[in-house]
């Protein structure tokens, strides 16, 4: 690993995009391109084609090029990673990633004194999205054997400390729950694979307090076919989808801003599988099983999409994942194309 390289890309300062250096820019001219990589988990873009993927097939995080190929660093990890997270404070910087498999959570050092070091903790139940949180917390959601139990834990990232888990009884078995965090209002939003969405707030991430069932809107929001929620990076936006009439809602302090109102209508028949602000809350992607739509997050309700691409000779997927590098100025979007998920292949494109 080339630790002065990485401490180049990954500024410190809050204030400066993750990565700005001249040397960095890979953009060609060329529009748009692909990468494939052994079972992909999730992509966290910076920008100018920087990412780091989670490569599943090896257990490893890797920050790579994808418009050029070039590997800046790696890291193996103890077992499997999934989602990933960039978690950036007042002198810390830290990548964590979910192993479900295993049981466990690793962080990695981007910018302190251990930098490229990685840390690991196994956890009880398994478990899958990360989402941040208040101050230098972060919470991860986990699955038990018990199909209706689902627990939530806080992070402290600094210290790398986890809460005893807050076990929400759940009234429906969900496979494939995400969860989201409000900031503003301390309040935590669970979307259902099943299609039902879920509110749940209460207990601060200090104490890892147990989270009570309530719900703002008790028809309308329970009625939701949702099946994903995420939070922008400010943690100030809640989107919530609603697969029925491919609709995105906001959620403003726990409650649906104007539920019959769209704040962006996705103009398609394709199942939704994934949304992805980038890292500045500007820009949202929504990816659907053939295609990648870009929204002017900051515009008015009701905003019409602004750009997006079709993977070019790539089937539908139903795990079709999005991501919008710092300043929205590259889109990925990652399917297995249809080759049963032995590899995975990033496409990416200038927007």
């Known amino acids: 690993m080339n630790q ?33 990589i052994p079972r992909a988990g999730s992509v966290v873009p910076l920008c100018d084609g920087w990412v780091f993927v989670s490569e599943r097939a090896t257990n490893r995080i890797v920050m790579r090029n994808v418009v050029t190929g070039v590997t800046l660093a790696e890291w193996d990890l103890p077992d499997m990673p999934r989602e990933m997270l960039i978690v950036d404070g007042p002198g810390n910087k830290f990548l964590f990633a979910s192993m479900p498999l295993g ?8 910018a302190g004194p251990g930098l490229g070091d990685v840390m690991s903790k196994t956890v009880e139940g398994f478990p899958t999205t990360l989402t941040r949180g208040n101050g230098d917390y972060i919470w991860t959601n986990f699955h038990f054997d018990d199909p209706e139990a689902l627990g939530v834990r806080a992070i402290h990232a600094p210290n790398f400390t986890i809460s005893t888990p807050s076990i929400l009884e759940l009234d429906y078995s969900g496979s494939a729950n995400t ?30 307090a147990a989270f009570d069932l309530t719900n703002p809107d008790d028809e309308e929001f329970d009625e939701l076919n949702s099946g994903i929620v995420v939070a922008s990076p400010d943690g100030d936006t809640i989107a919530l989808v609603d ?88 889109g990925f979007y990652k399917s297995d194309c249809g080759d049963g998920g032995l590899s995975e292949t990033i496409f990416w494109y200038e927007l």
């Open 179 to 208: 969860i989201a965090f409000d900031q503003a209002t301390d309040q935590m939003f669970v979307s259902d694979a099943t299609g039902t969405a879920q509110f749940r707030q209460g207990g601060g991430p200090a104490t890892g």
């Open 243 to 330: 697969q029925t009439t491919k609709l995105v809602y906001d959620i403003d302090d726990g409650e649906l801003a104007d539920f019959h109102r769209t704040w962006w209508d996705v103009d398609t028949d394709e199942p939704i599988t994934g949304l992805s602000f980038d890292a500045l809350g500007e820009t949202l992607g929504v990816a659907t099983t053939t295609e990648l739509i870009i929204f002017d997050a900051t515009d008015d309700h009701g905003s019409a999409e602004t750009d997006g691409f079709d993977p070019s000779g790539c089937g539908g997927d139903f795990e079709a994942f999005p991501a919008i590098s710092r300043g929205a100025d590259i």
């Open 103 to 110: 049981f466990g959570i690793a962080r990695i050092d981007l």
């Open 4 to 36: 002065p390289a990485l401490s180049t890309v990954l500024s410190t300062d809050e204030a400066v995009p993750l990565c700005t250096t001249d040397d960095l820019n890979a953009v060609t001219s060329s529009s748009g391109g692909s990468l494939s």
